[in-house]
């Protein structure tokens, strides 16, 4: 084993690593900026080691004691030990840092950050699920932060109610199925009024182990979905749906969606978001809106009730018949929804893309827009919102937009959709540079 070095910490790398530099540099989990500690290398690897925490000699003042008993072996959490506003801040950092390195560009404002609780607002996960002989039962929840193996925890603080107590009794299902082997993966959805879970299953449960599952969501008060093979297998055990939905009050809007649907997962953050997300496009009545990467509706439907026409575009047909529906059911005759190849090389020519638009909203994948961005220049809209999932991509788009098209970043911001973990998810307005209006 290595012996122990000293050092101070120097910064955070993307995965929530303090970087320390004694020598070659090393990334030790669990430390923060500034702090002197005690480390011990574990991995070597040409540019740079890994390492473990031995010893915090100068703690931080930003340091907590993390609250969960399962912090620093669970994967799915990676910075309790910082304290919120202090996670915000690096946030904010490795966003200015992308938006600098990568897109050369740099807001004219900084937005406040969104933010919502910290605790028990993941409302969607994909938990893992093994069943471990040598412990004689399955574990269920995230991966460990270092090894490929499920985490063994009872409970989990992040995920929303009811899931956030049924940890323990999803791993005594499991354990209890005939088929507890070939149950690789466990899905949670909680709606506003009422949840989903849906089984991965490889192999078909015996009469005894869907009695068994009935039973568990009877119990607990979930719906159950078998997933037997790929997502277009999900189906519900009784072929009874669950009502998933939620609402968007400042809109008097409610969203329905399928367990496995995407959604935004803190429900607080993204009504925050959509009500940011309208106020900055500044589209009015007589405005033509087109909102790319659409999902089932969440902010065309909201952009429907402030602008005169809006067009969702989304290449998950799904999705799209999701959105249309959310449209009927809340009286929204404005909004239209197309199934779209955002990756296509000429947009102009779908037939949605006739009579142009004054304002675009993006809210991408991890890949980013980079296909959409010349088409959506060409419109020249009045301004531009992007939400972004990832800072690399988005600072690589907002360059683009910013060298290439002629357009501002008028403001930038992060949202803290994900407390205690590394993702970075922030939003970007752009309008073009000749235009200084603000809203």
Request: overall charge neutral.
């Amino acid at each position: 084993m290595a012996e122990a070095e000293s050092g101070v910490v120097l910064a955070l790398n993307h995965d929530g690593a303090g970087l320390v530099k004694t020598g070659k540099a090393a990334f030790v989990p669990g430390t923060l900026p500034g702090e002197t500690i005690r480390f011990r290398r574990t991995r070597r690897h040409r540019q740079h080691d890994d390492a473990e925490l031995v010893e915090v000699i100068e703690p931080s003042p930003d340091r907590v004691a993390p609250p969960c008993p399962h912090f620093g072996v669970c994967g799915g959490c990676a910075l309790q030990h910082i304290a919120p506003a202090a996670q915000l801040a690096a946030k904010r950092e490795e966003l200015e840092a992308s938006l600098a390195r990568i897109g050369r560009v740099a807001p004219a404002q900084w937005l406040e950050p969104i933010t919502g609780p910290v605790w028990n607002y993941r409302r969607r996960a994909r938990l893992s699920a093994r069943f471990v002989a040598k412990k004689g039962r399955s574990l269920v929840g995230f991966r460990e932060r270092s090894a490929p193996y499920v985490a063994e925890i009872d409970s989990c603080r992040v995920l929303a109610a009811p899931f956030d107590a049924l940890v323990t009794p999803l791993s005594q299902l499991l354990t209890g199925l005939s088929i507890r082997e070939r149950v690789p993966q466990v899905e949670v959805s909680a709606g506003e009024r009422a949840s989903a879970v849906i089984l991965r299953v490889l192999a078909p449960p015996a009469p005894s182990d869907i009695e068994a599952i009935r039973a568990f969501g009877k119990a607990y008060g979930v719906a159950i979905y078998l997933q037997p093979g790929g997502l277009d297998t999900v189906a519900p055990l009784d072929d009874v749906p669950a009502a998933l939905d939620y609402s968007l009050p400042e809109f008097d809007l409610r969203l329905a969606f399928e367990p496995v649907d995407f959604i935004q997962v803190n429900a607080e953050v993204n009504r925050a978001l959509v009500s940011r997300a309208v106020q900055w496009l500044d589209a009015g009545p007589t405005d033509r809106v087109l909102d790319l990467f659409c999902g089932l509706g969440n902010f065309t439907l909201a952009l429907a009730r402030r602008a005169g026409t809006v067009v969702g575009v989304e290449g998950d047909a799904g999705l799209i018949a999701r959105a249309r529906g959310n449209a009927g059911r809340n009286g929204i005759a404005n909004a239209a929804f197309h199934v779209g190849n955002l990756a296509a090389e000429d947009l102009a020519l779908e037939r949605w893309w006739a009579g142009g638009f004054t304002h675009v909203l993006l809210d991408p994948p991890r890949v980013g827009a980079r296909d959409v961005l010349a088409p959506v220049a060409q419109l020249a809209p009045k301004r531009i919102v992007y939400v972004s999932c990832h800072p690399g991509t988005l600072a690589r788009d907002l360059g683009i937009l910013v060298h290439e098209h002629g357009y501002g970043l008028v403001a930038a911001g992060v949202l803290d959709m994900f407390p205690h973990t590394t993702h970075v998810e922030s939003m970007a307005v752009l309008e073009p540079i000749h235009d200084t209006c603000r809203p």
